[in-house]
């Protein structure tokens, strides 16, 4: 089992930029992939940024291309999700998952946090 905990999140006006970050435990987590999810109301849970366990190679869905960065701290078991420029249509609950297989997929995902909600105001 791996256990998932989400914080960072908040209320922001657009422009500006939260740091989101999972805090990890359990099983080895160097050995999974990690990603972010996010959802809003009434809509699927929807890919945002995952990164794989070899070589860190990040991946990340168009819309938030070159305002999102996914990382990992090894040392700490902790991924983050540095959201910048952030825009309202970002407003969302985040959560963050691990699985084996890096993918933009969310039922390729093991472990799932319980999310952390990001309101962007306009």
């Known amino acids: 089992q791996v256990q998932l905990v989400e914080s960072g999140g908040g209320l922001v006006q657009a422009g500006g930029s939260l740091r989101l970050s999972c805090s990890a435990s359990?099983?080895?987590?160097?050995?999974?992939?990690m990603g972010w999810f996010r959802q809003a109301p009434g809509q699927e849970r929807e890919f945002v940024a995952a990164i794989a366990w070899v070589y860190d190679i990040t991946y990340y869905a168009d819309s938030v291309k070159g305002r999102f960065t996914i990382s990992r701290d090894r040392a700490k078991n902790t991924v983050y999700l540095q959201m910048n420029s952030l825009k309202p249509e970002d407003t969302a609950v985040y959560y963050c998952?691990?699985?084996?297989?890096?993918?933009?997929?969310?039922?390729?995902?093991?472990?799932w946090g319980q999310g952390t909600q990001v309101t962007v105001s306009s």
């Open positions: 359990g099983r080895t987590f160097s050995n999974y992939a």
């Open positions: 998952a691990a699985g084996r297989v890096v993918s933009m997929r969310a039922d390729s995902f093991d472990f």
